[in-house]
């Protein structure tokens, strides 16, 4: 009997990747999930726990010398010195220093040999600070120091100091574990992708009936912290900008015309991969899901994308080795999938057959064509208006995904967002509508417009203005990977100017970020506009909430840490936005823990290319990546700040103002004092900017 486990190691990716056990995205920023040396699979951690040892290829060999100090592989943050491989192997995170050890079992002797006869997972390790006294678990020995004493296992807690890292076995149990690994009790929601706050970049929501209830004083005792001193500059591998992905769950409301269920095996004829899912069948798709109960969903096939259901005498794809032929295949126009149903795989085939070409005379039948009808007739308002491209996605969001659109009459460009109401409960369909119940109430420069929205049975459209492209593109697009300052104060100034308007209006944007600040052109100094009010909330000035959705990256720590909110958490926002604008990265160190980053406000200034930046920049940033919500600074001290109290940015608005024809950033109160500023230094006023009050501005 030949045993090939896999070999597995933490692996951090660049780009999108997906489980090859689960089918699920692997969520996070770095490490996150594991990957096999010897087959190059992919997976997540609670998977990893369930492989079985099919490892395809053998272990990656290592030196004919077995050296017992493998050369370390250049950690690389650039994409150009990879272009041989394949994104999606590009690791940020240090690669496996465990020596070969001849103590373990060959592969073939996989029985007998109890728990090594399976995948040994790795503990996923980060840098961390202690607050007591506690022990490396492997020597046992005292973990000495003030702070960043040693390492700990993110999903297990296992402690230990750097030097032991090489020599702790690879056993993490995969649960959360209290201090010193006592063994701590894992809830239902734990099992999920969720299960830690910052382990995903996905999109949360905290319910509002969770409430806090030593809030209070946590708030309390957080106000009387001292302000932080801001860490000296160093060098750090900080984890690069990227464009994070959302997270746009996988899950829909169960069909009411369901044709058939049950649990099948499936592969298909790109990945042999063998994968077993809660199959149901109704009149217009075919639905995987990961169990018979839950709304989440592995993989949805619409019957209008079926070409043909092969039987037992027409199958083209040959059955695994080993395994028992498959039943049938269901051909689509990019895929093959190959399903093993046992003795009702015909009764499967002819039951996808029949959906394909519905019986007309059914009662049943006949209602669905009433109610197609129905959303037809529904339908024909937006479609008679507007011009859908749906292969031309502009982006997406938690609860759809944006498309090209065009005006029938008038040709002008718009931005539909669509939103599908049968992947989200019945019970959270009112959020689908609150992006569009705040934006119809907004009417400011600085928000993005909103010019109707339609409404189908099954889907939400919300046409808005189209603009150029968003903050992040020009981030990653300009030459240095970075803005420069003129730019950066330009752009912080326009959103702060949004925010002061939402602000007033007790409107907390709640998922501020690069991705959701839109530009209107693409010059150095264009119109910005922040969009995605999908997670917006209402909140009174002196009030707190507790519900809340954001990117993780971007939060605020009092969201992190549970505790009450109100709108300073997007001051927050806007300080990781100048720090992600002004340097390219993100200000988390990846061998740390980012939750610990975030909650401590740890956050450094490498020498490069801080050196180059201003002092007035970290000083703001700073003021605005303040733990206690009382010390971080409101939108009117971040633009009477003296960064932003700049005599260029100055020009630049006035000239901004005077091409959209509207003064809306900057006040006429200001004029005589950067006259007077001009004249004690000798500088040419730009006359051509003056503002009349009479007439307005200068045309």
């Known amino acids: 009997m030949r045993v090939r486990p896999h070999s597995l190691v933490v692996y951090s990716y660049r780009t999108p990747t997906f489980c090859h056990h689960c089918g699920e995205m692997l969520w996070g920023l770095v490490r996150q999930g594991l990957k096999c040396d010897g087959c190059g699979l992919d997976f997540h951690k609670r998977c990893a726990f369930q492989l079985p040892n099919d490892c395809s290829r053998a272990r990656r060999q290592v030196s004919a010398s077995l050296s017992l100090f493998p050369p370390r592989r250049p950690r690389t ?50 840098i961390h600070s202690y607050t007591k006294p506690t022990v490396c ?79 209070d004083a946590t708030t309390e005792a957080k106000e009387d912290e001292q302000p932080r001193e801001p860490m000296s500059p160093c060098f750090s591998s900080y984890i690069p900008l990227m464009r994070l992905v959302q997270s746009v769950h996988h899950t829909k409301r169960r069909a009411g015309g369901v044709l058939r269920e049950g649990w099948l095996l499936h592969h298909t004829n790109t990945d042999t991969l063998r994968k077993r899912h809660y199959w149901i069948l109704d009149w217009k798709s075919i639905t995987l899901y990961q169990n018979d109960s839950s709304t989440k969903y592995y993989k949805e096939i619409t019957l209008s994308e079926v070409l043909q259901v092969r039987g037992p005498a027409q199958l083209s794809m040959p059955s695994l080795p080993g395994n028992s032929p498959h039943s049938f295949e269901v051909v689509t126009a990019s895929l093959v999938y190959c399903v093993q149903a046992g003795e009702s795989g015909p009764a499967w085939a002819g039951s996808i057959r029949q959906a394909l070409m519905p019986v007309q005379s059914s009662g049943g039948e006949e209602e669905k064509e009433e109610q197609d009808e ?67 109430n907004l009417s400011h420069m600085g928000v993005v417009l909103v010019e109707g ?88 000035e002196k009030s707190f909430r507790r519900s809340v959705v954001g990117t993780p990256a971007y939060l605020a720590p009092e969201v992190i840490s549970s505790c009450g909110y109100n709108r300073s958490l997007d001051m927050w926002s806007v300080g990781v936005i100048m720090y992600v604008s002004l340097s390219g990265t993100f200000p988390f160190n990846e061998d740390e823990d980012i939750k610990q980053q975030i909650t401590n406000a740890s956050f450094m200034y490498p020498r490069q290319p801080w050196a180059t930046i201003s002092l007035e920049a970290v000083s703001l940033i700073n003021n605005l990546l303040q733990v206690s919500v009382r010390r971080r600074f409101s939108v009117g001290k971040a633009l009477g700040h003296t960064w932003l109290q700049d005599f260029q940015l100055w020009c630049d608005l006035r000239e901004f103002e005077q091409r959209m024809g509207r003064r809306y950033l900057t006040h006429a109160e200001d004029e005589e004092r950067w006259t007077r500023y001009t004249q004690e ?5 730009p006359f051509q900017l003056c503002w009349d009050p009479n007439n307005g501005p200068d045309m």
């Open 77 to 126: 943050h650039s994409l150009s010195n990879q272009a041989g491989g394949s994104l999606e192997e590009i690791s940020m995170s240090k690669p496996s220093s465990r020596p070969p050890s001849w103590a373990e079992p060959p592969e073939w002797l996989g029985i007998g040999y109890g728990h090594k006869s399976k995948a040994q997972v790795p503990h996923t390790f980060h």
């Open 137 to 215: 678990q492997y020597c046992h020995r005292l973990l000495k120091g003030l702070f960043r004493q040693g390492l700990q296992c993110s999903d297990c807690r296992f402690n230990c100091h750097r030097r032991c890292e090489p020599q702790v076995p690879r056993d993490c149990p995969g649960e959360k574990r209290g201090v010193n690994g006592e063994v701590g009790h894992r809830g239902p929601a734990d099992s999920e992708d969720t299960e830690s706050l910052l382990s995903t970049t996905t999109t949360l929501e905290i319910s509002d009936d969770e409430m806090c209830t030593d809030g």
């Open 374 to 440: 129905d959303a037809h007739r529904d339908s024909v308002d937006i479609s008679s208006v507007y011009q859908i491209f749906t292969d031309e996605v502009l982006g997406s969001g938690q609860f759809g995904v944006v498309y090209r659109g065009t005006h029938r009459k008038s040709g002008h460009p718009v931005a539909i967002k669509v939103i599908d109401k049968t992947r989200f409960p019945t019970k959270q369909e009112r959020q689908l509508r609150n992006e569009v119940a705040i934006l119809q």
């Open 453 to 540: 929205m339609f409404e189908t049975v099954e889907h939400v459209f919300v046409v808005m203005e189209k603009l150029h492209g968003d903050m992040l593109e020009m981030i990653l697009s300009s030459e240095k990977g970075r803005l420069p300052e003129r730019n950066t104060r330009f752009l912080v100034t326009q959103i702060l100017e949004a925010l002061r308007y939402l602000h007033l209006k007790h409107i907390a944007h709640c998922d501020l970020k690069p991705e959701n600040v839109l530009l209107a052109s693409a010059e150095p100094f264009p119109q910005v506009k922040l969009c995605d009010f999908g997670f917006a909330r209402i909140i009174g």
């Open 681 to 685: 230094r000798g500088l040419n006023f």
